[in-house]
């Protein structure tokens, strides 16, 4: 098996609800380790970055508006197969359609609202880690 690094970000409508230790238990029993952590606001101009390949999308707009309205967490999560063990723990895009025991069955309000983003391949994680943090705040 590989050992990855994936970027998790718990979104504003989670650490508005405090609920940053509550995903870390749950990413931790799933047997990923937090390598780097921290609480942020991010800048719209990084939002749009960050969310860029969503431009032509109609959500784009209110994606950017909602990721900068309160402070984020993101994180360097490191495991075996990390991206797809981290996927799986924070379960459907879509509360109502995610498994019991994931993290947005647990705690997302609804599709927009789902409390925790999570890169989709190892490519994408290295870019997303490398536009949310230095090497040096990477300990693992």
Same mark, same amino acid.
């Given at each position: 098996?590989?050992?990855?690094?994936?970027?998790?970000?718990?979104?504003? !409508?989670?650490? @508005?609800?405090?609920?940053? $230790?509550? &995903?870390? =238990?749950?990413?931790?029993?799933?047997?990923?380790?937090?390598? /780097?952590?921290?609480?942020?606001?991010?800048?719209?101009?990084?939002?749009?970055?960050?969310?860029?390949?969503?431009?032509?999308?109609?959500?784009?707009? !209110?994606?950017? @508006?909602?990721?900068?309205? $309160?402070? &984020?967490? =993101?994180?360097?999560?490191?495991?075996?197969?990390?991206?797809? /063990?981290?996927?799986?723990?924070?379960?459907?895009?879509?509360?109502?359609?995610?498994?019991?025991?994931?993290?947005?069955?647990?705690?997302?309000?609804?599709?927009?609202?789902?409390?925790?983003?999570?890169?989709?391949?190892?490519?994408?994680?290295?870019?997303?880690?490398?536009?949310?943090?230095?090497?040096?705040?990477?300990?693992?």
């Amino acid at each position: 098996m590989a050992i990855e690094r994936t970027l998790s970000i718990i979104k504003p !409508d989670a650490t @508005a609800r405090n609920l940053t $230790g509550a &995903i870390n =238990v749950l990413i931790e029993r799933a047997g990923l380790r937090i390598v /780097a952590q921290k609480r942020v606001r991010w800048s719209k101009p990084l939002a749009e970055k960050f969310y860029e390949v969503h431009k032509a999308r109609p959500f784009y707009g !209110d994606l950017v @508006a909602f990721m900068t309205s $309160g402070p &984020i967490v =993101v994180q360097v999560l490191e495991g075996e197969n990390a991206v797809k /063990a981290y996927r799986d723990v924070m379960g459907a895009t879509d509360p109502a359609k995610a498994a019991a025991g994931t993290i947005r069955k647990a705690f997302a309000e609804n599709i927009e609202r789902n409390s925790v983003h999570g890169s989709d391949s190892v490519e994408n994680a290295a870019t997303e880690i490398a536009l949310n943090f230095r090497p040096d705040e990477i300990v693992g």
